[in-house]
């Protein structure tokens, strides 16, 4: 998530950067989105997932 939203949330520079498939890219983060119930529509909400990763590592 953290290179997902560092990478302005360009998932092919972020698969090349964890190097890993696209499709590895695209399944993690549906299922964190469904888990964690995240919408980056919304800019509150996109602040804080944003702020978090940064602060966990």
């Known amino acids: 998530m953290k290179f997902f939203l560092l990478n302005h949330e ?7 950067d ?3 498939h696209r499709s590895t ?4 983060l549906n ?3 469904q ?3 995240i919408n980056y529509n919304a800019p509150g909400e996109y602040l804080y997932v944003f702020l978090s990763c940064l602060l966990v590592g």
């Not at 360009?10 to 090349?16: C, G, H, R």
């Not at 890219?25 to 993690?28: A, C, G, K, T, V």
């Open 10 to 16: 360009n998932k092919k520079q972020t698969a090349l």
């Open 25 to 28: 890219l695209d399944y993690r």
């Open 35 to 37: 888990e964690y119930e």
């Open 31 to 33: 299922k964190l989105e």
């Open 18 to 20: 964890l190097q890993i």
